[in-house]
Every structure is written in structure tokens, then in C-alpha cells.
């Protein structure tokens, strides 16, 4: 009798990386980070940016120079959503980042109203 492990319940190399990087926190609420939530890096935390982890400050390297969308930040770094919103949240947390909401869906432009506005254009200005 020898105490082997299992091979099925071993975890593959792609998923440790995955939960080091995420350092064991929890996805933050579907809400909080939405694709399209706008995220840019604070002014003058490039002291503390140094301490931060390589994943993480690749992410800071990428919103320093104005907002990007937190799905942008994903396909720019190459991380999985869940792990960018999870980094960002502990960004946020830390103060080293600025997150804009995306605005709420009640407040969103008709879109009748910007085709007839849209028309008009061409009307007056052709197209």
C-alpha cells in the first residue's frame, strides 16, 4: 500500500501559475469590472508599482498612459479576464489605479435618436 496520488487529481501546470498569479484572492463581483470598465493608472505610484508582481506591474505598464477597458488590458497581456479583474481589484485596493464604471445601461444613448441624428448628418452634409 503505497501512498501515491492520484493522477486525475493532480493539477496541471497551466492552472498553478493561474492561482499564484491571482495570489489565492477571490473574483471580485461581476459588477465591479465589467468588460468595459475603464481603468488607468494613478499619478505617482510608481514607487509602489515597484513592489508589485510581474504580471501586475505589466498591467500598470499598460494603463499608465491613460484608460484602457479592462477586457483590452486582458487581450493586451495575454490573461485570462478573471486574473486581470483580480489583479485590478487588488490594484484598487492599494490605491494605485483609477477605475471608471461603465455608464449604466438607462443612461445609454437611443439608438433611434442617434440613427435620426446620423441621418440628418448625411442629409445636410452628404455622405
Known amino acids: ?8 487529481l493532480e493539477l496541471t ?10 495570489k489565492g484572492r477571490a ?14 493608472a494613478r499619478e505617482g505610484t510608481s514607487a509602489a508599482a515597484r513592489t508589485l508582481s510581474p504580471e501586475a506591474r505589466a498591467v500598470m ?3 499608465a498612459e491613460g484608460f484602457l477597458s479592462v477586457a483590452e488590458v486582458s487581450g ?3 490573461l485570462p479576464l478573471g486574473i486581470v479583474r483580480i489583479l485590478l481589484a487588488q490594484m484598487a485596493d492599494d490605491g494605485l489605479i483609477f477605475v471608471r464604471n461603465p455608464a449604466p445601461r438607462d443612461q445609454r444613448a437611443d439608438r433611434e435618436l442617434l440613427t435620426a441624428v446620423l441621418d440628418g448628418l448625411k442629409t445636410r452634409f452628404g455622405a
Open 61 to 63: 505598464d499598460l494603463i
Open 27 to 40: 473574483l471580485p463581483a461581476e459588477n465591479e469590472y465589467e468588460h468595459t470598465t475603464l481603468v488607468t
Open 1 to 8: 500500500m503505497h501512498d501515491e496520488p492520484d493522477g486525475e
Open 13 to 22: 501546470s497551466a492552472l498553478v501559475p493561474l492561482f499564484v498569479i491571482a
Open 76 to 78: 493586451y497581456t495575454r
